[in-house]
């Protein structure tokens, strides 16, 4: 099994949804664009990720979003040493089609209450709903990982609820750890590394904006 040596983890860029949300009454979440911050962010990020895999060939599964292709372009990637798959399954949670800013902002406090991870938006997901699909996609990554010509860097280019649940699925997590822990910045990075035991570390944590409240042992 060729594992890579870096598994690379991107939140886009801002986008129009981050600074107005009144645009998700006009537009769908799925075409919502960068602005040219999140171009600035998305154009750094590159430059730190141009450097990180040098002449390395990149395995790259990107949110079918908008605002994570144009990120992705704004890495500028050398083509000739990436392999780009469209993976839906790595796209946002899905809060419903056209959105009515108030209902949102309403059920966005319901969530805070009840939990980020078990509360569905209504005719959208819940976290939990999320946790499953991105469980499935980990699933089809490893097997990827059978190829022996495998390349040694993998980037998920995706949004910041989705960074949190893979690591979640990866580290084996408790819902209380993820439920104490904030999304990434716009064009943040997290990376697994891969040690010479064998098993993958963390690069640096998500900040954390409480302790976590474990039900039980597994905490």
Same mark, same amino acid.
């Given at each position: 099994?060729?594992? =890579? ?6 939140? *886009? ?11 998700? #009454?006009?537009?769908?979440? *799925?075409? !919502? ?9 998305? &154009? %750094?990020?590159?430059?730190? !990720? ?13 949110? =079918?979003?908008?605002?994570? *292709? ?5 890495? @500028?990637?050398?083509?000739? @040493? ?25 059920? /966005?406090? +319901?969530?805070? %209450?009840?939990?980020?991870?078990? +509360?569905?938006? %209504? ?26 010509? *495998? =390349? ?12 949190? !649940? ?10 209380? &750890? ?20 064998? /098993? ?12 976590? #409240? ?6």
């Amino acid at each position: 099994m060729a594992r =890579p040596r870096r598994i690379v983890l991107v939140r *886009h860029g801002e986008s129009t949804g981050n600074v107005d949300d009144s645009v998700y #009454e006009r537009e769908p979440d *799925h075409a !919502l664009a960068l602005t040219e911050r999140g171009r600035r962010q998305a &154009e %750094a990020t590159g430059e730190q !990720l141009r450097e990180l895999f040098g002449g390395e060939r990149v395995s790259v599964y990107v949110s =079918p979003y908008r605002r994570t *292709h144009e990120t992705l372009r704004a890495f @500028r990637l050398d083509p000739g @040493r990436i392999r780009v798959r469209e993976e839906p399954r790595l796209r946002e949670q899905d809060w419903g089609n056209w959105q009515d800013r108030d209902e949102v902002r309403l059920q /966005k406090t +319901y969530r805070d %209450a009840y939990g980020h991870f078990f +509360y569905r938006f %209504a005719q959208g997901e819940s976290g939990a709903d999320v946790y499953d699909r991105v469980g499935g996609f980990l699933e089809s990554l490893f097997r990827s990982f059978e190829d022996p010509d *495998h =390349p040694p860097n993998v980037l998920i280019v995706t949004h910041g609820l989705a960074m949190r !649940l893979f690591c979640m699925r990866w580290f084996h997590w408790t819902v209380a &750890e993820f439920e104490s822990l904030s999304n990434p910045g716009n064009g943040e990075v997290r990376m697994l590394v891969l040690g010479d035991d064998g /098993k993958y570390t963390l690069d640096r944590p998500f900040e954390r904006w409480r302790d976590p #409240e474990p039900y039980g042992i597994t905490g």
